[in-house]
């Protein structure tokens, strides 16, 4: 996966990255967004529950868990795009 979070994030170019959170591979899922002492649903699926890699050894990528972490700040159009991107980086 190199620098890539599970869902195909590159962490290094958040804002948050650094300062509010390591990343979602080196916290295990417990990120800045994630509801207190849990993972983000996304890992908590891929890693934890199916044991993969990441979501790209998954057949249901996108599926409903990566709609509905959305980021509430994108619109409709960033976040279609965001997730196509992502995809792309998992199936590279």
């Not at 908590?44 to 790209?56: D, L, T, V, W």
Request: charged share 30%; aromatic share 6%; hydrophobic share 20%.
């Amino acid at each position: 996966m190199g620098g890539l979070s599970c869902c195909g994030t590159d962490c290094s170019t958040c804002r948050c990255y650094g300062s509010m959170c390591k990343g979602c591979n080196e916290s295990l899922g417990m990120v800045f967004h994630a509801p207190e002492g849990q993972a983000c649903r996304i890992y908590e699926c891929s890693i934890n529950q199916k044991k993969y890699k990441g979501c790209g050894e998954c057949a249901k990528v996108p599926c409903d868990i990566w709609k509905k972490e959305r980021d509430p700040s994108m619109s409709d159009e960033e976040f279609e795009k965001n997730i196509n991107e992502r995809v792309g980086r998992l199936r590279g």
